[in-house]
Structures are given as structure tokens and as C-alpha cells.
């Protein structure tokens, strides 16, 4: 069974930086695709990044790009979120997700598609 744990939320001010981290467990570290979303209050989950077997990465609003960084550690069966220059409305949970084996060469930004999610990680931006 695909285990995620999601952790390094909190609160910050505008301008700094957190990491967020996704333990994964439950299936070989060398062949998915996981992903973070986020979930603001009253708003649809929005896809954010994604990496591709620690080495494919995508970014997907325009907003992060340039800010948010995704890694993985193989060792540790764990993907990272450095999020950089955080703004007020990066305010939300942030969710990973997982797909192993991985889609391909792509990463879908729909939501529906991934089929393992961890319990969230709150963070707050203050401005």
C-alpha cells in the first residue's frame, strides 16, 4: 500500500521560505511520477510541481515558477517542495501525491489522475 506523509508546513511572512517534504513508502523508488498540490480555502486543489523518477521536473502556475523547487532523495524515499519568496496567497494545505509507475514522460496536472494522497501539510503566509 502507498504510504504519504507530508511534512515542513507552517507559518511564515511574506518574502520567506519553507520546505516541505513527502515521506513515501509502499512501493519502489525508482519508477513514479509525485506530485504537490495545494488547496486553499473555498478554491479548487491546483497541481504545483512534479518530479518524474528525482529527475523530470514540471512547474505548473506561472506564480511558482522561478520560486518553488522540487527534488527528491532516493535514500530517503522522500520528495522536497523548497517554496522561495512565499506570498500571501501561497496560503494552503499542500498535498503530495503519487503515481507509480509514473505516466510517462509527463506529468498530468488533473487531480483525478493520481491515486495515492497524503493528509496535507498547512501553510500559512502572512503578509
Known amino acids: 500500500e502507498v504510504q504519504l506523509v507530508e511534512s515542513g508546513g507552517g507559518l511564515v511572512q511574506a518574502g520567506g521560505s519553507l520546505r516541505l517534504s513527502c515521506a513515501a513508502s509502499g512501493f519502489t523508488f525508482d519508477d513514479y511520477a509525485i506530485a504537490w498540490f495545494r488547496q486553499a480555502p473555498g478554491k479548487e486543489r491546483e497541481a504545483v510541481s512534479c518530479?518524474?523518477?528525482?529527475?523530470?521536473?514540471?512547474h505548473w502556475p506561472d506564480s511558482v515558477k522561478g520560486r518553488f523547487t522540487i527534488s527528491s532523495d532516493s535514500a530517503k524515499n522522500t520528495v522536497y517542495l523548497q517554496m522561495n519568496s512565499l506570498k500571501p496567497e501561497g496560503t494552503a494545505v499542500y498535498y503530495c501525491?503519487?503515481?507509480?509507475?509514473?505516466?510517462?514522460?509527463?506529468?498530468?496536472?488533473?487531480?483525478?489522475?493520481?491515486?495515492?494522497w497524503g493528509q496535507g501539510t498547512q501553510v500559512t503566509v502572512s503578509s
Open positions: 501525491a503519487a503515481h507509480t509507475p509514473h505516466f510517462g514522460s509527463f506529468c498530468p496536472d488533473a487531480k483525478e489522475l493520481w491515486d495515492a
Open positions: 518530479i518524474i523518477n528525482g529527475d523530470v521536473t514540471t
